[in-house]
């Protein structure tokens, strides 16, 4: 398979970028994204997934700030009971 049948959401995308933002990305880490910048739509615990269905293991974890994994569902319940809380204040 080659790259283009792997990723043809994030070329696309890419390209589409590439006319409006320099590099066709907001940052330079993602600038050498081989064969392009891929463009990932959900992130579970370690897991993200891009545009074209393709899962990853995130070892960079956004250099450190997802300790917890992305979306962890102890932090989400929290979050949704403090909405209820000050939604009753």
């Known amino acids: 398979m080659n790259h283009g049948e792997r990723y043809p959401k994030s070329m696309l995308l890419w390209q589409r970028a590439q006319r ?3 590099g066709g990305v907001n940052s330079n880490v993602r600038l050498y994204g081989d064969p392009c ?3 990932f ?3 579970e615990g370690s897991h ?3 545009v ?3 899962e990853y293991l ?4 956004g250099m450190g700030p997802h300790i917890l ?3 962890p569902i102890d932090i989400e319940f ?5 909405e209820e809380a000050i939604a009753t204040l």
């Not at 929290?78 to 403090?82: G, L, N, P, S, Y």
């Open 20 to 22: 409006s933002i320099p």
């Open 37 to 39: 910048p891929l463009t």
């Open 41 to 43: 739509t959900r992130a």
């Open 48 to 50: 993200i997934w891009d």
């Open 52 to 54: 074209d269905g393709n």
């Open 58 to 61: 995130d070892f960079v974890m």
């Open 69 to 71: 994994g992305h979306t």
């Open 78 to 82: 929290a979050f949704e009971k403090a």
